[in-house]
């Protein structure tokens, strides 16, 4: 499976932005797909992730500020980020997991995208 990130960018605090994950390789609709981040000196941690059934899962500092969709037919997977923070500045990048165990992490997802770049300034 090959993913390709897309949309990041350079947004004012309370700005937004939507970034896409396109998909190919392999039967879209059966993988569980995840964005995790990493910020500057950070480590890479799970932001949202949606499971081939369409369970959404978010980690609590994005709640109510994040949307993850898939669409199926257009294998892609999509992340909508509203109320930007400058703390959300950050790489992100997309991932799929064969198998959905009810968690995300880093060790569990098969494929990764190289990342696109989300800054968000004060």
């Known amino acids: 499976v090959q993913l390709v990130e897309s949309g990041g960018g350079l947004v004012q605090a309370g700005g937004s932005l939507r970034l896409s994950c396109a998909a190919s390789g392999d039967t879209f609709s059966r993988y569980t797909m995840g964005w995790f981040r990493q910020a500057p000196g950070k480590e890479r941690e799970f932001v949202s992730g949606v499971s081939w059934i369409g369970t959404k899962t978010y980690t609590d500092s994005v709640k109510d500020r994040f949307t993850i969709s898939r669409d199926n037919a257009k294998n892609t997977v999509y992340l909508q980020l509203n109320s930007l923070k400058p703390e959300d500045t950050a790489v992100y990048y997309c991932?799929?997991?064969?198998?959905?165990?009810?968690?995300?992490?880093?060790?569990?997802?098969?494929?990764w995208g190289k990342g696109t770049l989300v800054t968000v300034s004060s």
């Open positions: 991932a799929a997991a064969r198998y959905y165990s009810g968690t995300y992490s880093i060790q569990g997802m098969n494929y």
